[in-house]
């Protein structure tokens, strides 16, 4: 049971990382629920222990892409998202029951599929549009500070639906935004005296960095179109098993 425990963690935090380095995001998706209904985590040190990896492989990335970035786009969306994620960390999470906050991310998860599939003006979504961004942006750190994603599932088909990128572009920018949106929802977990084990803390993050690594060779050899159409699939699939786990 235990060599079977074993394998399951290296695979599921492996998918972690590469969903990361592919999409931008979806990270925090995979490794919540398999931390809280699996592993056995309360739902706060799974949030902890997902803010802390993600965050710490996300800001490394960054820091190595930075002159790829379109940081006028980052800037944009964490000056919003930033403050947000924060109050909704310390001041919502506590109050808020765990079913509603996992089905509060389900529900949006596949809101955000249902505009990678069809989108509702497809002229509408060939140019910028800061407005349907800066709510995209608020909305990402509400759910962000309540569930303790990075919000990069969210932030990489805002990008490209409401900012004009090319996918590509989109999921570094969007791991930017993850980076720093997951430190402004750490600063709440840590502030209400959550803590985990550095232990756990060391071997989750080298997995997942281990996966991003090889997710990063695979989007290279992925069209953008493609991707897009894969990151939908992928929304999809991840909504409907968290709102029938809620």
């Given at each position: 049971m235990e060599t079977y425990m074993l394998l399951l963690d290296i695979a599921i935090l492996l998918s972690v990382g590469l969903a990361l380095a592919m999409f931008g995001g979806g990270g925090a998706?995979?490794?919540?629920?398999?931390?809280?209904?699996?592993?056995?985590?309360?739902?706060?040190?799974?949030?902890?222990?997902?803010?802390l990896t993600i965050g710490i492989n996300t800001g490394i990335k960054t820091f190595k892409e930075r002159s790829s970035i379109d940081w006028k786009a980052v800037l944009t969306f964490s000056l919003?998202?930033?403050?947000?994620?924060?109050?909704?960390?310390?001041?919502?999470?506590?109050?808020t029951p765990d079913s509603v906050r996992m089905t509060v991310f389900g529900a949006f998860t596949l809101t955000v599929a249902t505009l990678m599939f069809?989108?509702?003006?497809?002229?509408?979504?060939?140019?910028?549009?800061?407005?349907?961004?800066?709510v995209s942006?608020?909305?990402?750190?509400?759910?962000?500070?309540?569930?303790?994603?990075?919000g990069g599932i969210f932030i990489a088909p805002t990008l490209s639906l409401f900012w004009?990128?090319?996918?590509?572009?989109?999921?570094?920018?969007s791991l930017a935004i993850v980076a720093l949106q997951s430190a402004a929802a750490l600063v709440g977990y840590l502030g209400r005296g959550v803590s985990v084990?550095?232990?756990?803390?060391l071997y989750i993050?080298?997995?997942?960095?281990?996966?991003?690594?090889?997710?990063?060779?695979?989007?290279?050899?992925?069209?953008?179109?493609?991707?897009?159409s894969g990151f939908a699939v992928f929304l999809v699939l991840i909504g409907i098993w968290v709102l029938l786990r809620a």
């Open positions: 998706v995979i490794l919540i629920p398999y931390l809280t209904q699996v592993a056995g985590y309360p739902l706060d040190e799974a949030v902890l222990l997902s803010l919003l998202s930033f403050p947000t994620a924060a109050i909704s960390g310390s001041m919502l999470a506590p109050i069809f989108p509702i003006n497809q002229a509408a979504f060939s140019r910028k549009n800061p407005i349907a961004l800066s942006a608020l909305l990402t750190g509400v759910i962000c500070g309540l569930i303790g994603v990075g004009a990128t090319p996918i590509k572009k989109a999921v570094k920018g084990s550095p232990t756990a803390l993050l080298v997995l997942i960095a281990g996966g991003m690594m090889v997710g990063k060779k695979l989007k290279a050899a992925t069209s953008d179109r493609n991707l897009k």
